[in-house]
């Protein structure tokens, strides 16, 4: 880029993000309009602003546009997390997967359908209490991770280590618990590990967005410190960043985030790796540009998912996270590929 | 502040790292705009010294003064704008640019409430023009050679604007010419910034050549210090560093060189004498 006038690069992130932005938009429009039937664009951004009639109202405030908000703040969320952690562990392959949060929230879902699941197959609880369960999961296993790490959580490959144990753990008891359990369980919990943009109330996306708030603004406010993040420990040091204590912070920002995010939509795979990688190549270094790229880039992948399952699958339910499955496997293998002939 | 000689004063630190003792009661005077040298063989805590200097590592006893205050008590930033350090191996994306590291040098002395200001532009060109990166400013520190990456990382020591800068082995991946004129670099924030440069050398030649006052360690007190001529002597060689050597005065610097001539702690006078012959 240094062949570029310093004007075109000074504008290129407030540029791409401004792109990202607007594209997101007419994404989000897109996924309200598209269902049994299609709504034009502009009455569905007329009536999301007040106006239209009132079957209309119903069709688009309560049924579809939920569905399209917690698309977009679970893929946003996944992807400030994966952000996050590629910047402090200084790897462009940390996705919110290795801290054993997914994992941990998947086997929380399982644990909870199988306790409260009677002989018949059924819940004798409310399906609300899920993504409880999920959060719940989350938050042990990131805690497990930190316990185990000990003292040597400051150390980003140690505690990434412990993440990928409790991980592998969490995944095989799920599996066990999946097999022995009771038929509905099985189904239910694979739907949440493969990551499915649930019919969600308007409640529960308040309380999703409330929690994430805090996590987002605190993570604008020590972006100033992802800088000098980027350097050896002994640098960092020197100009007066104490990185192991920051990292801890960034690893219990990023988890935070994910936990959040997976609650209600589940295991998504591959939007926390492939939309900060991204986000990153589209607005170059500045922090406060790839946190906000991150979330917008996030957020177009999930929802663009689940309107391509919807157009593609309909009737049938099928979760949006194969879709970013079956684009993120070969993007990540793109990127190690890439890697390795750098590398060598 | 104080009108006394010494910029730091490190006074009986002990140090180890598990059981092991690596700096043992050791106490030194570091000598306000002077060139500090420390040297000394493999393991003697040289660089621990230089880290312990700028609060890498917890002493388990004794404690450093700066101008007179105990620098533990100072927060990371406040003591990142009065000592800086170019780490041993330093490393950055390689992605980054020259100007966006040099940047970096900076970051102490910004906060939430105090943005980029004029300072940080001063100071951030007066760096880069200083040690000769400016016309690199927007290159990717992927695509410079080991010279010029190493004057870019003195570029960002240099913006800290610190009163006190430590190097800890600078030159050990340079190539000849690179070695000089890193440490010429080196020697102008001495001389034209004023600077109190704290220095882990191990070449002992350019060490004599570029300090005003050399550090002996060896394992983990101080064996001697003093000007290059006090400490450069045969015998001091032998008992620091175990090597026979003959040492002359370069003809072209006045400088004492040494010569080193086998590896063996018992001095025999006469091997020098019979080589000088």
Redesign the interface.
């Known amino acids: 880029m ?1 062949g570029l006038p ?1 004007t075109l ?1 000074a504008a290129r992130a407030p540029l791409a993000v401004g792109l990202m932005g607007l594209a997101f938009v007419l994404l989000a429009l897109s996924g309200v309009a598209f269902g049994s039937t299609w709504i034009p664009l502009d009455q569905v951004a007329a009536t999301i602003l007040g106006a239209g009639e009132k079957t209309q109202k119903i069709i688009v405030l309560q049924l579809r546009l939920p569905r399209v908000v917690i698309a977009a703040l679970a893929g946003g969320g996944m992807a400030v997390a994966g952000f996050l952690l590629q910047k402090i562990t ?1 790897n462009s392959l940390a996705s919110p997967g290795v801290l054993g949060v997914i994992d941990g929230a998947a086997l929380g879902v399982v644990i909870f359908l199988a306790m409260m699941s009677n002989e018949s197959n059924a819940l004798v609880t409310s399906i609300a209490y899920q993504p409880v369960a999920a959060m719940l999961g989350a938050v042990a296993a990131i805690s497990l991770v930190f316990i185990l790490a000990g003292r040597q959580s400051s150390s980003a490959i140690r505690l990434l280590l412990f993440g990928i144990a409790v991980a592998a753990v969490a995944k095989s008891v799920t599996m066990v618990m999946m097999l022995i359990g009771p038929i509905y369980q099985t189904s239910q919990a694979a739907r949440w590990i493969a990551g499915a943009v649930n019919e969600v109330n308007w409640g529960e996306i308040q309380i999703t967005a409330i929690a994430m708030l805090p996590v987002m603004a605190l993570a604008f ?1 020590v972006a ?1 410190k992802l ?2 993040a ?3 420990e ?2 960092a ?6 990185l192991p204590v920051f990292r801890l912070l960034i690893f219990a920002l990023a988890a935070a985030m994910t936990a959040l995010s997976v609650a209600f939509v589940g295991g998504v795979g591959f939007v926390g790796l492939m939309a900060p990688h991204l986000a990153r190549l589209l607005v170059g ?1 500045n922090v406060y540009a790839g946190l906000i790229g991150s979330f917008l880039l996030g957020a177009i992948m999930l929802v663009g998912a689940d309107l391509i399952v919807r157009v593609v699958f309909a009737p049938t339910e099928v979760p949006a996270g194969t879709v970013t499955a079956i684009i993120g496997a070969p993007y990540f293998l793109f990127l190690l590929m890439g890697r390795q002939r750098h590398d060598g | 502040m104080t009108d006394s000689e010494n910029r730091i004063e490190v006074q009986s630190l002990s140090l180890s790292y598990g059981n092991t003792a690596v700096l043992k009661s050791l106490s030194l005077p570091i000598a306000r705009g002077k060139i500090t040298v420390l040297a000394g063989p493999n393991g003697c805590g040289k660089s621990t010294l230089l ?1 312990a200097i ?1 609060r ?1 590592h917890k002493p388990e006893s004794g404690r450093i003064l700066l101008e007179e205050l105990d620098i533990a008590k100072f927060n ?6 009065q000592i ?10 390689e ?3 020259v100007e ?1 590291l040099v ?3 900076r ?2 002395h ?1 906060s ?1 409430l105090q943005p980029w200001s004029q300072n940080d532009s001063t100071a951030l060109e007066a760096a880069m023009e200083g040690t000769g990166v400016a016309h690199l400013r ?3 520190l992927g695509s410079l050679s080991g010279g010029q990456l190493q004057r870019v ?1 003195i570029a ?2 240099l913006a ?1 604007e610190t009163d006190v800068v430590c190097l800890d082995e600078p030159v050990n991946h340079l190539d000849m010419a690179h070695q000089l004129d890193c440490l010429d670099l080196v020697r102008r924030l001495n001389v034209d910034y004023g600077r109190t440069i704290v220095l882990v050398l191990h070449d002992l030649n350019l060490a004599a050549r570029y300090a005003d006052r050399l550090v002996f360690l060896n394992d983990g007190v101080i064996a001697a210090s003093g000007t290059p001529e006090e400490l450069m002597t045969e015998a001091m060689i032998a008992s620091v560093f175990g090597v026979q050597s003959m040492v002359i005065t370069d003809p072209v610097h006045g400088r004492p060189l040494c010569i080193p001539l086998r590896t063996g702690p018992a001095h025999n006078k006469g091997d020098a004498d019979a080589a000088r012959s």
């Not at chain 2, 990371?76 to 704008?81: C, K, T, V």
């Not at chain 2, 800086?84 to 994306?93: K, M, N, R």
């Open positions: 240094s310093s690069t200084r406010l100033r800088p000098p980027d350097l050896d002994v640098s040091r020197g100009v007066g960043l104490d270094r | 880290r700028r890498l990371d930033r406040a003591l990142a704008r800086g350090l170019l780490a041993q191996s330093p490393s950055a994306p992605d980054m640019t966006e940047r970096l040098g970051y102490p910004q939430m927007s290159r990717r990382w960002m020591v800290q």
